[in-house]
């Protein structure tokens, strides 16, 4: 006689026309769930008399020593540094780091993402790309009971640690010293709309703006997507041609100010007496070149450390540890490219 199949989660998502992980949530009662779907869900699994698979809980739930850390560039200073603050502290309570790379692109995330569930880390830091609008994907770790820390780039509402900089404070300080050096014309070139820490730098860019009485003119504003040294320089000569442009630009980074001021090097536009210059990251790169590039600078090892401590105690506290989120200061670094006017 054939030996009677034991219902499977895969089994009640197909039968239903759900996801697994909605299955799996449902069964859990989680608030993201509708009362609707969990009721659903709990009577075809009372009815066909659902049993849950304890060894593959348990398996679930035995510790690799392994975590995740999902970062959009590993080529780039700022991730790198907080690369290192992952590994450093990581290691140093015995946890191995599995880096992956998103390339800034949501399907790219998606797929390292599987990776990593599939090879039962214990838990899992991320910055998001610059494309991550949806995090269903990253729920499938909560549902496996891997908890998640989002480092830097963050979505507000998928509810885990986070840990980031204080994004509009430090473009308030930039702006707001411009002003106080005699710019009254300034630019913001920004980053995309549905990234977090974009959005809080413009804040930050436009209540300095308003704390001054001083226009915000839409021809000053530009949305760098990918925000590359390409964009700053094409942005530059777009402001630069205006009949009336700005006299100092802020950068949503280090390397879109690079491109601005190399379109002004080009165009013999001095900087700082004819246009100011300010930018985000703090890269080396800024004190190499002439003159060097004011900024704000970012701590990214800093960042790296408090996410990985926020991970492991999340790791072996579980649920008792709260979902907080921790921001950590930006400093304004001042350097040859803004000078009293």
């Keep these: ?14 039968e239903l026309g759900l996801a697994v992980s909605t299955v799996s ?19 075809y699994a009372k009815e066909h008399h659902y049993v849950p698979n304890l060894l593959a809980v348990n398996f679930r739930k035995s510790k690799t020593f ?19 603050g992952v590994l450093q ?43 991550t609008e949806d995090y269903s994907h990253l729920k499938e770790f909560l549902d496996a009971e891997i908890p998640v820390v989002q480092v830097d780039k963050i979505i507000e509402g998928f509810d885990t640690p986070k ?18 050096q005699g710019y009254q014309k300034v630019a913001h070139l920004r980053g995309r709309l549905i990234v977090q820490h974009s959005n809080e ?43 009336e442009p700005p006299d100092a630009i802020f950068c949503v980074t280090d390397l879109v100010a690079l491109g601005v001021m190399e379109y002004l090097r080009e165009k013999n536009i001095k900087v700082p007496e004819e246009v100011g210059v300010i930018g ?13 590039l004011s900024t704000v600078h970012q701590p990214g ?30 400093d304004l670094i001042i350097r040859d490219s803004v000078r009293k006017l």
């Design 201 to 243: 730098r413009h804040r930050g860019y436009a209540e300095a703006m308003e704390q001054h009485k001083l226009p915000i003119k839409e021809d000053y504003i530009r949305i760098c997507d990918l925000q590359t040294e390409k964009e700053g320089y094409t942005y530059a000569r777009e402001m630069m041609n205006l009949p």
């Design 66 to 84: 392994n975590i995740g850390l999902v970062i959009p560039e590993l080529v780039h200073q700022f991730f790198s540094t907080i690369i290192s």
């Design 89 to 131: 502290e990581a290691n140093d309570k015995g946890y191995n780091v599995l880096i992956c790379q998103s390339n800034e692109k949501l399907s790219d995330e998606k797929k390292v993402a599987q990776a990593l569930l599939n090879s039962r880390v214990d838990g899992v830091i991320i910055s998001l790309s610059n494309e």
């Design 25 to 43: 949530r449902a069964l859990k009662s989680h608030p993201d769930i509708s009362d609707e779907t969990i009721k659903l869900v709990k009577d």
């Design 163 to 180: 840990v980031v900089v204080n994004d509009y404070s430090g473009a308030y300080q930039a702006v707001d010293y411009l002003i106080g």
């Design 301 to 330: 090892f800093e960042l790296g450390v408090k996410a990985t401590e926020l991970l492991l105690d999340k790791i072996n506290n579980g649920s008792s540890s709260p979902n907080i989120k921790v921001v950590l200061d930006a």
């Design 280 to 292: 985000f990251s703090n890269w080396q790169l800024g004190e190499i070149i002439r003159p060097t």
């Design 1 to 14: 006689m054939a030996e009677k199949h034991q219902l499977t989660l895969k089994d009640i998502a197909r």
